[in-house]
């Protein structure tokens, strides 16, 4: 059991000193441009909204189908390669993002695509690389230690990003070499790793774990990395005609809780099996969607303190989902297990916009009430397996 967390053995556990900058720098990277990658489709190629957005949906799913493929390759033994890839594949989206003359839609969805499935392809490369370093629940710690970090790196890059669209459509061309860059960079850095793991036979390393029940709760835990993007700007600005500062004030908060506590919490939490920690996860996030219910009716600031526990749910969830897959997962079928929960992930974000605003519309009661019993099912689902 992790019960201290001591900073020098999670950058070793997470991959080393080299990596964790590696991760760093990619962050950043990501943060300089994939929050503007709508605007730069629009304001720089001068594409419809709708044309841009339906490119960027296709590129997501596009990533999504290569998933398979990515986890029989790191089931080969591909670790910090595979990390570099999905890297040096998002280094190829950029260039043809900059390559793109004005109009030219298709060289914008084939750049979507690029990015998409790096986008994709990482958390899966990412976990398996932390599972070979690090084991039991120092790994869970290194786990949620890449996410706190990565964070970091995306909270900064977009507030870098954001200070720099003063400059228009130059500066937004600049983010996307910056970004360029960023990746390439972390790619070298993540390749010079040259960590690999040795493949494990099918008969040492025993039968694949049944996952449909988790992939399936996932799929409704992954709205939650939405609602402060998606759901709560939505209610704070159509429904209660608050000011856009409410909605940013969430996704700061969001962001600072995740950075400051992802560590602290998901230590905290190992003195729990990781699947109680999962279920108790569900529970917090639906008791959060119930307080967003009620909280319609008192005002934006009460829609941002409960904003705080739907954090916390979220972060007890995403320190004890991919731990549990690389936990219960034999090493042989490491890879694929952990491409399939990165599908079912995909698959939630993908979906998880239309629904919400499908059900927003309809009202706060069918919104929130909506998500509140999705996710209990969700996480009654999840307790009613075996411990792990």
């Known amino acids: 059991m992790t019960t201290k967390i001591r900073p020098r053995a999670l950058v070793r556990a997470s991959g080393g000193p080299r ?5 760093t720098v990619d962050a950043l990277g990501t943060g300089l441009l994939r929050p503007f990658l709508l605007l730069y489709g629009v304001l720089v190629l001068g594409l419809s909204a709708a044309a841009t957005g339906i490119a960027m949906t296709a590129g997501i799913v596009a990533g999504l189908v290569c998933m398979p493929a990515v986890g029989r390759w790191l089931d080969r033994g591909a670790r910090s390669t595979a990390v570099a890839a999905s890297m040096l594949v998002r280094v190829v989206g950029v260039a043809l993002l900059l390559a793109a003359p004005a109009g030219h ?23 398996a690389l932390v599972a070979t370093v690090a084991h039991g629940r120092e790994r869970d710690a290194a786990l949620a230690g890449g996410r706190a970090l990565r964070n970091a790196g995306l909270g900064v890059g977009g507030l870098l990003a954001t200070a720099c669209l003063a400059g228009g459509t130059t500066a937004l061309r600049a983010l996307a070499v910056g970004t360029g860059l960023a990746y390439l960079v972390a790619a070298a850095l993540a390749w010079s790793v040259r960590l690999r793991a040795q493949p494990v036979t099918t008969l040492a390393g025993g039968p694949a774990p049944r996952l449909g029940a988790l992939l399936a709760a996932n799929v409704v835990y992954v709205f939650c990395l939405n609602v402060p993007e998606v759901a709560l700007p939505l209610v704070l600005v159509t429904q209660l005609h608050a000011s856009p500062v409410w909605a940013a004030a969430v996704f700061v908060a969001n962001t600072v809780l995740v950075v400051a506590l992802q560590v602290p919490v998901t ?15 569900g529970v917090v996030l639906a008791v959060s969607y119930l307080g967003f219910l009620a909280a319609t009716s008192w005002g934006a600031p009460a829609v941002v303190a409960v904003s705080v526990v739907c954090t916390f749910g979220e972060i007890v969830y995403a320190g004890s989902a991919t731990a549990l897959v690389t936990a219960v997962a034999p090493a042989h079928v490491l890879g694929r297990a952990l491409a399939r929960f990165q599908l079912s992930t995909g698959f939630g974000l993908a979906v998880s916009p239309a629904v919400i605003t499908t059900l927003a519309a309809r009202g706060p009661a069918v919104l929130w009430g909506g998500l509140a019993a999705a996710t209990l099912v969700s996480a009654s689902a999840v307790a009613a397996e075996k411990e792990s």
Do not use: E
Request: aromatic letters at 12%.
């Open 267 to 281: 230590v905290l939490m190992s003195r729990f099996a990781r699947r109680t920690a999962l279920a108790l996860g």
């Open 19 to 23: 990596y964790a900058v590696a991760l």
């Open 105 to 127: 839609v298709g060289l914008f969805a084939t750049a979507a695509l690029f990015l998409g499935i790096g986008n994709q392809a990482w958390p899966a490369a990412h976990a």
